[in-house]
């Protein structure tokens, strides 16, 4: 069974935190490295946080020093710790393995984030 259930969004002011988790099943989660991707409206989908299936991450320059990816892998579960949130970072976030393709894998819903000026 295939599943991904992201939670956590909201609407934050400028300078805000907020955390997102996601729930993975087994087969997307369990080996892979896994991120969280986020498409704005009229932009294309990017990948702003990884981290492998040993914790290692890397993250986007736009999001690097505010932005924590984690997971715990017990849980198949992986978050996202956002601090000092800007406009920019308004999207819809969605997490998924590393290499998805954006047409042609299984997404789940996403989270909305809204990061008012």
């Known amino acids: 069974q295939v599943q991904l259930v992201e939670s956590g969004g909201g609407l934050v002011q400028a300078g805000g935190s907020l955390r997102l988790s996601c729930a993975a099943s087994g087969l997307i989660f369990s080996g892979n490295a896994m991120g969280w991707y986020r498409q704005a409206p009229g932009k294309q989908r990017e990948l702003v946080a990884s981290i492998t299936s040993g914790g290692v991450t890397n993250y986007a320059d736009s999001v690097k020093g505010r932005f924590t990816i984690s997971r715990d892998n017990a849980k198949n579960t992986v978050y996202l710790q956002m601090n000092s949130l800007k406009p920019e970072d308004t999207a819809v976030y969605y997490c998924?393995?590393?290499?998805?393709?954006?047409?042609?894998?299984?997404w789940g819903q996403g989270t909305q984030v809204t990061v008012s000026s």
């Open positions: 998924n393995h590393i290499g998805a393709s954006t047409m042609y894998s299984y």
